[in-house]
């Protein structure tokens, strides 16, 4: 089994829209979704992430006061699955309720490092 990393981008513009009943209500569909996966080791980890953060470029020498993004869509948060390959790793993103406030998914493979 391999490690794969799904990035969570955008989202916040419906969500910050939504009533605290209703973001109860989908924080319950994710975790239906995630006790839902194949087997519990299916799902390694994960966690939504802060909107402040740093970016550092040029080598480090400049620091940037906030995230970088491709134009509005932040990423948001991330999971951690384990899956036989890159097709088993995106079916099981599939079901991700994040869709539901048109969040996108970027699922790569984590390289073991040696």
């Known amino acids: ?14 969500a910050a829209t939504k009533s605290a009943e209703e973001m109860q209500e989908h924080m319950g569909r994710w975790q239906d979704w995630l006790s839902g996966m ?6 390694v980890g994960g966690e939504p992430l802060m909107e402040e953060g740093k970016t550092l470029i040029d080598g480090g020498k400049t620091i940037i006061d906030r995230p970088l993004a491709e134009g509005k869509e932040l990423v948001g948060g991330y999971l951690i699955f384990k899956a ?3 097709d088993e790793a995106t079916e099981l993103a599939k079901g991700c309720p994040g869709f539901e406030h048109d969040c996108t998914l970027e699922v790569r493979q984590i390289r073991p490092v040696e």
């Open 84 to 86: 036989k390959s890159l």
């Open 1 to 14: 089994m391999n490690e794969y990393l799904v990035i969570i981008r955008g989202g916040e513009e419906i």
């Open 38 to 43: 194949p087997s519990e080791e299916t799902f």
